[in-house]
């Protein structure tokens, strides 16, 4: 089993250090800056062996290059988009494996947010890093794919075992639960969660990552498909794309 470090950087981003004991080997997922997680590895006296990225945009990479130059990582990510990432030592695809440690990690492909986002599953350890894709009680805004890539992609990342953890890129949660209220207002799972995620805010603490059954259970990106979602949004009788499409623009406007 991988141990698993949250490290909050810049205003609202996360990355993440997963430590293999066995062998000492350590990855990053994602690097928007450097300077929060070459202090986290030092805190823990773990050495750095891999850079993984799961998409293109600056607030993911900005500090990759420096923190290759500061610990020799090899840097792993998407193929398809290669030109617009630091300089790939690995390039991969949908369904793409690599070890970090004794651990087999594979790669899904999730457009959507971008169209070369990927995110990595440690299927031993039952973790996956979404980053801007399924986040913490909703999803990656479109700015490059389209709601039904979106859809098929949190489809996907669904059908992961309930107890996997998923560790997304932001600090949104709050944000996301207020706007899921306002569709599933008697929904008891998500009124709970929106109690103890707002009270660990308050406490400064963050709310990531969390078990897919409670994205299950509250996330409205994932349960387009149900008839009181269609009802809420007003379209009883659509297809679940078009019922998510619904729900990603009305949060757009949130």
């Not at 062998?23 to 997922?29: E, F, K, L």
């Not at 998923?166 to 799972?189: K, V």
């Not at 996330?219 to 008839?227: K, S, V």
């Amino acid at each position: 089993m991988l141990d698993l470090v949250t490290v909050p950087c810049l205003a609202d981003n996360y990355a993440y250090l997963i430590h293999d004991r066995e062998t000492g080997h350590t990855a990053v997922i994602d690097v928007p800056e450097a300077g929060p997680i070459i202090a986290a590895l030092s805190a823990h006296q773990w050495r750095l062996t891999d850079i993984l990225i799961t998409h293109h945009h600056d607030d993911h990479i900005q500090g990759v290059d420096a923190l290759r130059a500061e610990t020799g990582a090899m840097v792993l990510g998407a193929a398809a988009d290669a030109h617009r990432l630091p300089r790939l030592d690995l390039a991969l695809t949908e369904g793409s494996t690599f070890p970090v440690g004794a651990e087999t990690g594979r790669v899904i492909d999730v457009p959507g947010h971008t169209l070369g986002h990927i995110a990595f599953f440690f299927p031993d350890s039952r973790l996956c890093f979404t980053a801007d894709s399924l986040m913490a009680g909703g999803c990656g805004r479109l700015f490059e794919g389209t709601a039904r890539q979106m859809h098929a992609s949190l489809q996907k990342l669904s059908q992961l075992p309930p107890d996997t953890l998923i560790c997304s890129g932001h600090e949104y949660t709050a944000s996301n639960l207020r706007f899921a209220l306002t569709l599933e207002p008697e929904n008891t799972q998500l009124i709970s969660r929106a109690v103890t995620v707002a009270e660990r805010r308050a406490q400064g603490f963050p709310t990531v990552p969390v078990p897919l059954a409670d994205e299950l259970a509250t996330n409205p990106y994932l349960r387009a498909h149900l008839p009181a979602l269609k009802t809420a949004v007003g379209l009883p009788d659509a297809d679940d794309v078009m019922v998510f499409a619904e729900i990603r623009a009305r949060k757009d406007k949130f």
